[in-house]
């Protein structure tokens, strides 16, 4: 390698090491709040084997045994925040790296899971970790626990996705003093898609309403054209619960149209607007992952569409359609040549463009 390969390629490990290093800085900013999760008495401190809390409400736990020669009788993970406290059992389990304490546990929000749900009730802000181990003579001894290493951003799945049953946030996070606290939000309005059914004469929306701020009967749906032209088409979806259903309203959107329209697809109450999209999944890139076809339907005023509901990069639901027209095509004969003996007819062809 020459001099001038070798010495670009110095800087570029140079500046690539710089750049890990910011991002790494600021994923710790990020996860950090502004909070101490030392107490005015000072503990022991255990430091994670492994700290997550997957699929949104999933807490799983691991620590080193403090006195491994001397294991405890009963072990347990206590969460406090404002006087209030929620526990979860610890077990005693060998593995490469020694004696492990291991806990597993649902996460569940205090006012919007159900109360008789198994698992620790937490309500919004942030929760200290304690462990607290029993020996065999009675005594209790109480450790802090350390936030873990850095967690990477990266990959096609997020770090900290919200509960798919209630959209809260369960997210792990460090103390200024670098202890590990779980930092708990509850959900916000939202209308989480469940899924779309693609039939050969319509396509049938299903959805849910989280952390409504009104009756669901209240809410009406609505197809709002992109462009800026303001166009809108009302639907009234059929509840069940929090729960809804209706059908796009496919012929209202392209009658009078020529070309493709792309819409999207709302809940609406007053002037409170909520997009339908899917949320409570821990794919970084929807659009990339739930992959729909295009679709030709036939709707029940006789039109013939060109159909393609899908995820947009937000998650958000969007429908393109545009209607099929056939070539126009000769009618008389004269406007055959002369050595044919009868006219011919072009073939049909699709005059929109499929977009994704």
């Known amino acids: 390698m020459s001099d001038a390969l070798l010495s670009h390629a ?13 991002v790494r800085r600021r994923v710790e900013r990020i996860n950090t709040v502004p909070a101490l999760g030392a107490r005015v008495v000072p503990r022991p401190v255990l430091r994670p084997v492994h700290l997550s809390v997957l699929s949104g409400r999933t807490l799983n736990l691991a620590l080193p045994c403090p006195h491994p020669a001397t294991p405890p009788v009963r072990a347990r993970l206590l969460l406090e925040h404002r006087g209030r406290s929620q526990s979860v059992p610890l077990d005693l389990e ?8 291991t806990g597993t546990a649902s996460l569940r929000h205090a006012r919007h899971d159900d109360p008789a749900a198994p698992g620790p009730q937490l309500t919004d802000g942030v929760w200290r970790l304690t462990v607290i181990t029993t020996d065999a003579t009675g005594h209790e001894s109480r450790y802090s626990v350390a936030d873990p290493a850095s967690r990477s951003v990266e990959g096609p799945t997020l770090p900290h ?12 996070v460090r103390s200024v003093d670098g202890h590990a606290m779980i930092k708990v939000t509850g959900p916000r309005e939202q209308a989480e898609l469940l899924g779309f059914d693609l039939r050969w004469d319509r396509i049938t929306v299903h959805g849910r309403l989280l952390a409504g701020s009104a009756p669901q009967q209240e809410f009406t749906a609505e197809a709002v054209r992109r462009g800026g032209s303001g166009q809108s088409v009302r639907i009234a979806p059929r509840w069940e619960g929090d729960r809804f259903t209706f059908d796009i309203p496919l012929d209202a959107m392209t009658r009078g149209s020529k070309s493709q329209r792309m819409w999207d697809l709302q809940l609406r109450r007053g002037r409170t607007r909520i997009r339908i999209a899917r949320r409570l999944t821990d794919v970084r890139h929807p659009k990339k992952v739930f992959r729909t076809p295009f679709r030709t339907i036939a709707t029940e005023e006789g039109a013939l569409l060109r159909v393609h509901a899908h995820l947009a990069a937000s998650g958000n639901l969007a429908v393109s359609c545009a209607p099929i027209a056939p070539q126009a095509t000769p009618t008389t004969a004269a406007a055959a040549p002369r050595t044919t003996p009868t006219a011919t007819t072009a073939p049909t062809a699709i005059t929109t463009e499929e977009t994704a």
């Open 10 to 22: 110095v800087a570029a490990a140079k500046r690539a090491r710089r750049t890990a290093g910011r």
């Open 94 to 101: 060998r593995h490469p790296e020694g004696l492990l304490l």
């Open 161 to 172: 996705p919200q509960s798919a049953t209630t959209g809260a946030g369960f997210r792990p």
